[in-house]
């Protein structure tokens, strides 16, 4: 069983910082891409930024040159840095990541999502 946990949202104003951090735990052979997505009320959930193991990147158009998003192989995680903020950053952001994990008699490859953390952005 494995779990992502997320933590680093919050509430700040409008130009501000946040820093997203998502931790996998649990058995787990690899992970491919790690990502971030979000989902504001009433829309639908986008992806915000993806990271693949070898370290590529690519970012929604609405983010880029403000967010970077970074991970650690040895440690599972995966961060989002986000900066400039603005109030239509405003949503729940979930983290994203493409796992192999151990099975019985071989591996299994799926994709799992965090619980979620709330980023409110003050006009």
């Known amino acids: 069983q494995v779990q992502l946990e997320e933590s680093g949202g919050g509430l700040v104003q409008a130009g501000g910082s946040l820093r997203l951090s998502c931790a996998a735990s649990g058995s787990i052979v690899t992970i491919n891409a790690m990502g971030w997505y979000r989902q504001a009320p009433g829309k639908q959930r986008e992806l915000v930024a993806v990271i693949t193991s070898g370290g590529s990147t690519n970012y929604a158009d609405s983010v880029k040159g403000r967010f970077t998003i970074s991970r650690d192989n040895a440690k599972n995680t995966v961060n989002l840095q986000m900066n400039s903020l603005k109030p239509e950053d405003t949503a729940v952001y979930y983290c994203?990541?493409?796992?192999?994990?151990?099975?019985?008699?071989?591996?299994?490859?799926?994709?799992?999502w965090g619980q979620g953390t709330q980023v409110t952005v003050s006009s």
């Open positions: 994203n990541a493409d796992l192999v994990t151990p099975q019985a008699t071989g591996v299994r490859r799926y994709v799992d």
